[in-house]
């Protein structure tokens, strides 16, 4: 059975910092492209950051040089570290595992992040 089980949201305030973890099970973690995915009230789910099984990184324009995402293998734990957050971060984050070999996709249950004074 597959799962991916974040935590780490909460409320911040603007400028904080959080750490999202994700614990994935159930998969073949080191061949998975691990990635956050957020959706906030009313608009689309996008994409947060993304990094391969090789260790290579992609961020959205709105995120990059605020957030960090990092994987461990031996653990199967993906992270994002959210610093400088703002209001426009406030959503519900994603933990989603994606295999185009194996053609899986898959995601958590979702964490509240809520940035706001």
């Known amino acids: 059975q597959v799962q991916l089980v974040e935590s780490g949201g909460g409320l911040v305030q603007p400028g904080g910092s959080l750490r999202l973890s994700c614990a994935a099970s159930?998969?073949?973690?080191?061949?998975?492209?691990m990635g956050w995915y957020r959706q906030a009230p009313g608009k689309q789910r996008e994409l947060v950051a993304a990094i391969t099984s090789g260790g290579s990184r992609n961020y959205a324009d709105s995120v990059k040089a605020r957030f960090t995402i990092s994987r461990d293998s031996a653990k199967n734990m993906v992270y994002l570290q959210m610093n400088g957050l703002k209001p426009e971060d406030t959503a519900v984050y994603y933990c989603?595992?994606?295999?185009?070999?194996?053609?899986?996709?898959?995601w958590g249950q979702g964490t509240q992040v809520t940035v706001s004074s």
């Open positions: 159930g998969i073949i973690f080191s061949i998975y492209t």
């Open positions: 989603n595992g994606k295999s185009r070999v194996l053609d899986r996709d898959y």
